[in-house]
Nanobody, 122 residues
Framework: QVQLVESGGGSVQAGGSLTLSCKVSGLAFCTKDMSWFRQAPGKEREFISRIEDDGSTTYADSMKGRFTISRDNANMTVYLQLNSLKPDDTAMYYC????????????????WGQGTQVTVSS
């Protein structure tokens, strides 16, 4: 069964950087299509970025240029580099596999990690 474990969150000052990791256990196939989302208190979960099988990436417009997604296939790990962090970036950050898991509702499929907290102070 696929498992996803995020790490790398923490508390930083505005303007700082963090690198989040999402380690996937299970089939390597599960890392072929991965996404990052975040959820701030009282807000809906928000899409950040996606990396697909061919390495192509997409980003939410509001985060393009500050955040970078990447993947290490050998270690079955997906990363999210966060730069120029702002207090509004404070949230729980989640990774998701879109290839393995189960039906999640609203036509979605995959599996979520447990999240890693990012807190940005001004």
């Amino acid at each position: 069964q696929v498992q996803l474990v995020e790490s790398g969150g923490g508390s930083v000052q505005a303007g700082g950087s963090l690198t989040l990791s999402c380690k996937v256990s299970g089939l390597a196939f599960c890392t072929k299509d991965m996404s990052w989302f975040r959820q701030a208190p009282g807000k809906e979960r928000e899409f950040i970025s996606r990396i697909e099988d061919d390495g192509s990436t997409t980003y939410a417009d509001s985060m393009k240029g500050r955040f970078t997604i990447s993947r290490d296939n050998a270690n079955m790990t997906v990363y999210l580099q966060l730069n120029s962090l702002k207090p509004d970036d404070t949230a729980m950050y989640y990774c998701k596999t879109n290839r393995c898991g189960s039906v999640l509702g609203s036509g979605d499929f995959g599996k979520w990690g447990q999240g890693t907290q990012v807190t940005v102070s001004s």
